[in-house]
């Protein structure tokens, strides 16, 4: 679905579903240098079991026009002026779960549960990676596409038949303007008000986490959980950073029984 | 965090795709013959259906095995995904019938495999699909034969008979100029001695009955996404980037940019023309992509010798082979292939058709059939069988003489190899 935030184009998929105000709503907000797609079985799940869908394209993202948003919170507010619906639910991903953490603080009024999936706090990026990124250098996109799964994923075998998920990682990262990457990253890298936040959040919270995640390891969140009052968490064997599409049922299966 | 490392080539042909068996520990494949999949429930069998959970439902649409051979060619290729089909030519009609239908056009490379040639040139004409050949070698030739409806560019990395090595970076070029992609066959190059998407193509397929396969048993094709093409942008391929009623609505583009194509030619391609691969066909293709990088240089070091022995044989006038300085591709082919020019090529043996005969006929070792990319090594004579028809003068427009004989280097002894071709050569002289 096409519309505009602040006089800018904006994309959201809706699986194929018109908005219908009596349908709760779930927004997917995807990971650095990503986009909807990201969510492509969940948020279809979604779309075609009652819920109003908007997995959607941060500017400079995907359909999305630019520029990118320099902040985790601008892309919160930007988030929370997207979706139209009085209350809503956010599943986010990485940098997309930091964004569903601020909407919660800042927003307390109009969301109602947030899936911090493949999250970190502090979420620090290395010296290596956000300078290979300002410079526009492949190898931050080798750096995503390696560090962003699971160590055995080159050799072992895709959930969605036939794909190669490291091939579809960096397929995606190299439709990316320059600078988008750096810039999310840099977000990331410099959000601090994760625990502030944390404190503030009053709707329920659901952790999914992967054990074998190298960019955001499972006890990098704890402080975070912790600081949520109403949290609870998932850890799933075998899946690294890309949990949605390593361990798609899993995942799924997670924010089912959180959403319901 | 240490620096990130891909896995090499040779370790990804031999375990991309594939963990252990999580139900049996099995460390080969297993060949799951089935043709069907239980479901958990109703639920998990809807959601299967309608794209909502990842996993197989049918083995014309997908199949374990299979899957395995699909993603080691696409991690192989340095594509998104690939899917595999019945054979290299079902592997080109599921990569056109993705793209188009009545009404568009292919501008392709003359110096095609002679089944692609007949599906491109007389079938696809019937069902409304048109194609302009022109010289792979006539840049403005691609560019001025670009019509409106124009949806694909296509040649071949190295063509047939002439192995006129295809200019990808500057076809691509001139196919992403019009908004169109560049589907190559790679089948005589494999990934080992080429890497075409890194050149600038955007799809590729593979005879995989030929080097992939290797042994002669199983004929096979797949066909690979760059996900780099830009379907969106384009604004060419409603096919992909418009709601699409035989699939729930299904606009595959906003599922995804990057596996939109691969999406259509699944659920679409593979659902409904059913030319797929067996469970076992892709067991035995895998054993051959196993040992890839270990045959690939045999193949390439035999030939060598052998084209230095043909071109300095008095019974031999001519050897096509893009290593040699005379061949019109020679630097291209030092460009683009760096790693060597496969173990297909063709020469012209003095005396023309009889000659041509009495040497085939006179060969022990290499085995007269109409095949190439096998382990043994192998010869035809266009002239005698899949040119038969013609008379001298179609053949030579179509750069083949009384006189050709195409060989495909195996990886026997290649003294051997030499000795055969000495004898034979000598008896086509009597």
Redesign the interface.
């Known amino acids: 679905m096409n519309f505009a935030v602040d006089g800018k184009r904006a994309f959201a998929?809706t699986a194929?579903h018109e908005p219908d105000a009596k349908k709760p709503t779930v927004a997917f907000v995807h990971g650095a240098g990503l986009?909807h797609?990201s969510f492509?079985?969940?948020s279809?799940?979604f779309g075609?079991h009652g819920r109003n869908v908007l997995a959607v394209d941060l500017p400079g993202h995907?359909?999305s026009e630019g520029p990118p948003i320099p902040t985790v919170a601008g892309m919160a507010d930007w988030l929370c002026k997207a979706v139209t619906a009085p209350r809503f639910s956010i599943v986010g991903h990485s940098m997309g779960a930091l964004v569903a953490l601020e909407a919660a603080a800042r927003h307390p009024d109009r969301v109602e549960r947030i899936a911090l999936i493949g999250v970190a706090y502090p979420m620090r990026v290395?010296e290596?990676f956000l300078s290979a990124a300002q410079r526009n250098d492949y190898a931050a996109f080798?750096?995503h596409?390696?560090?962003g799964h699971a160590p055995?994923v080159?050799?072992?075998?895709?959930?969605?038949?036939?794909?190669?998920m490291?091939?579809?990682t960096?397929?995606?990262l190299?439709?990316l303007a320059p600078g988008v990457l750096h810039n999310d990253l840099k977000a990331c890298h410099e959000y601090a008000d994760g625990l502030d936040s944390a404190a503030k959040v009053k709707c329920p919270a659901l952790f999914i986490l992967g054990r074998r995640d190298?960019m955001t390891p499972v006890k990098a969140s704890r402080q975070l959980a912790e600081a949520i009052e109403h949290s609870t968490s998932v850890v799933i064997n075998f899946s690294g950073h890309s949990l949605m599409a390593e361990a798609?049922?899993a995942t799924?299966d997670a924010l089912i029984e959180f959403l319901r | 965090m240490a620096g990130p490392k891909y896995p090499g080539f040779d370790t990804l042909a031999l375990h991309a795709g594939q963990s252990p068996d999580p139900a049996t520990g099995s460390r080969a494949v297993p060949i799951y013959q089935t043709t069907s999949y239980v479901f958990r429930d109703t639920e998990h069998a809807a959601s299967l259906f309608n794209m909502e959970r990842a996993g197989h439902v049918y083995s014309r649409i997908s199949n374990p095995t299979v899957a395995v051979l699909e993603e080691r060619i696409a991690a192989l290729e340095g594509g998104v995904g690939a899917i595999a089909t019945a054979s290299g030519q079902a592997a080109l009609h599921l990569a056109v019938a993705t793209l188009m239908g009545a009404g568009g056009h292919i501008v392709a490379s003359n110096s095609l495999y002679g089944g692609s040639h007949n599906l491109l040139g007389y079938t696809l004409k019937r069902f409304g699909i048109d194609t302009t050949f022109i010289d792979p070698r006539n840049m403005d030739a691609w560019k001025k034969s670009i019509r409106p409806e124009t949806r694909l560019l296509f040649g071949e990395t190295l063509g047939n008979p002439g192995l006129d090595v295809l200019d990808i970076p500057a076809v691509s070029a001139i196919a992403h100029e019009a908004n169109v992609p560049l589907l190559v066959d790679a089948t005589f190059t494999t990934p080992y001695l080429m890497k075409p998407f890194e050149l600038g193509a955007d799809l590729l397929y593979h005879s995989a009955t030929k080097f992939l396969g290797g042994h002669g048993v199983a004929i096979g094709g797949v066909l690979v996404d760059s996900g780099r093409f830009d379907w969106e942008a384009s604004g060419k391929f409603d096919l992909l980037t418009a709601p699409y009623e035989g699939f729930h609505g299904m606009d595959f583009e906003e599922e995804s940019g990057t596996r939109a194509f691969l999406l259509r030619a699944r659920r679409e391609g593979a659902r409904d023309f059913g030319a797929c691969m067996a469970p076992m066909t892709a067991f035995q293709i895998l054993q051959g992509v196993e040992t890839l990088h270990l045959r690939m240089p045999r193949h390439v070091e035999s030939t060598r010798r052998i084209v230095a022995f043909l071109k300095s044989n008095a019974a031999v006038q001519k050897v096509i082979y893009p290593e040699l300085p005379e061949h019109p591709d020679h630097a291209l082919a030092k460009k683009l292939l760096a790693k060597g020019c496969g173990a297909v090529f063709s020469f012209e043996i003095k005396g023309g058709r009889p000659a041509g005969k009495t040497f085939i006929e006179s060969l022990r070792v290499f085995s007269h059939l109409a095949n190439v990319g096998d382990a043994k090594s192998l010869v035809i004579h266009p002239a005698t069988t899949t040119h038969y028809r013609m008379s001298d003068a179609d053949l030579a427009r179509a750069g083949i003489t009384g006189g050709t004989v195409r060989l495909s280097i195996g990886l026997e002894d290649p003294a051997d190899l030499v000795e055969d071709l000495d004898r034979a050569l000598k008896a086509s002289q009597r």
């Open positions: 998929y194929a986009d797609s492509g079985l969940q279809r799940y075609y995907g359909r290395s290596e080798d750096m596409t390696i560090w055995q080159p050799l072992g075998a895709n959930p969605n038949p036939g794909m190669w490291y091939g579809d960096q397929a995606r190299e439709r190298a798609p049922d799924l």
